[in-house]
C-alpha cells in the first residue's frame, strides 16, 4: 500500500466518524515503519495487519479490532485502546507505556516479557493470555481476575480466568503449585523461609477460586 494510497483510507475515516466517508478496513495490509502518531482509527479493522516497529503514540485505537495483528516492536505511547479487540495479537517484548486498555478484550494476545508501566487494563479480558517474564509498573488490574505478588526471589502472577500461576520461568495450575510448591523452591535454590512465603501466598489464591 503507497502512503497516498493510506493516507485517502485515513482521510475517509475522518469523515466516517463524523457520519460521512468510509470506515477505515486494513485488514492484512503490511504497515511496517509506518508513521501513524496521534490519528484516529477510532473502530477502525485492523485485524491481521503487520504492524512492527510501526509509530502509534498517541493514537486513537478505541474499539479497534487489532485480531492476531503483529506489534511487534510498535511504538504505543499514550495511546488509546478501551475496548480494543486484541486477541491473538502479538505484542511479546512490547513497552506499553501511559496506555488506556480499559475493557480492552486481550484473550489469548502474547505479552510475554513485556513491559506494561501506567497501564489501565481494568476490566480487560485476560483469557489465555501469556504472561511469562511480563513485567507490571503501575498497572490497574482491578476486575481481571489477575493477582500479583511481589515475592523475594521472583514475583508471582495469577491468572484466575485460566488458572494459570507464573513465578521466574515456571509456569502451572494452582493446583499443580499447590502440589509441588516445595520441590519447585528447592529447585531453584529458595530457602525455607522463601519457600513458606510462597506457600502461604498460593494457598491464599486457592481460597479467592
Known amino acids: 500500500m503507497t502512503q497516498i494510497e493510506l493516507n ?13 466517508g ?4 486494513l ?29 502509534l503514540t498517541g493514537a486513537n485505537l478505541e474499539g479497534v479490532n487489532l485480531k492476531h495483528a503483529d506489534l511487534t516492536g ?12 486484541l486477541c491473538g495479537a502479538f505484542l511479546r517484548g512490547a513497552c506499553l507505556v501511559d496506555i488506556d486498555l480499559t475493557g480492552a478484550n486481550l484473550r489469548g494476545t502474547d505479552l510475554e516479557g513485556a513491559l506494561l508501566s501506567h497501564v489501565n487494563l481494568e476490566g ?21 481476575g489477575v493477582y500479583l505478588f511481589n515475592g523475594p526471589q521472583h514475583d508471582g502472577i495469577y491468572n484466575s480466568k485460566d488458572g494459570m500461576l507464573y513465578i521466574g520461568c515456571e509456569i502451572h495450575r494452582l493446583d499443580y503449585w ?3 510448591y516445595v520441590y519447585i523452591g528447592k529447585k531453584h535454590e529458595y530457602s525455607d523461609e522463601e519457600i ?9 489464591l486457592k481460597e479467592l477460586t
Open 27 to 55: 485488514t492484512g495490509v503490511d504497515l511496517r515503519f509506518v508513521d501513524l502518531s496521534d490519528v484516529n482509527l477510532k473502530d477502525a479493522d485492523l485485524s491481521d495487519v503487520d504492524l512492527r516497529y510501526a509509530n
Open 178 to 180: 499447590l502440589e509441588n
Open 124 to 144: 480487560a479480558n485476560l483469557t489465555d493470555t501469556k504472561l511469562k517474564y511480563i513485567m507490571l509498573e503501575d498497572v490497574n488490574l482491578t476486575n481481571t
Open 74 to 85: 510498535t511504538k504505543l505511547e499514550g495511546a488509546d485502546l478501551k475496548c480494543a479487540y
Open 196 to 204: 513458606e512465603t510462597y506457600g502461604a501466598w498460593i494457598k491464599s
Open 8 to 20: 485517502e483510507i485515513l482521510e475517509q475515516h475522518k469523515l466516517w466518524l463524523n457520519g460521512k
Open 22 to 25: 468510509e470506515r477505515a478496513n
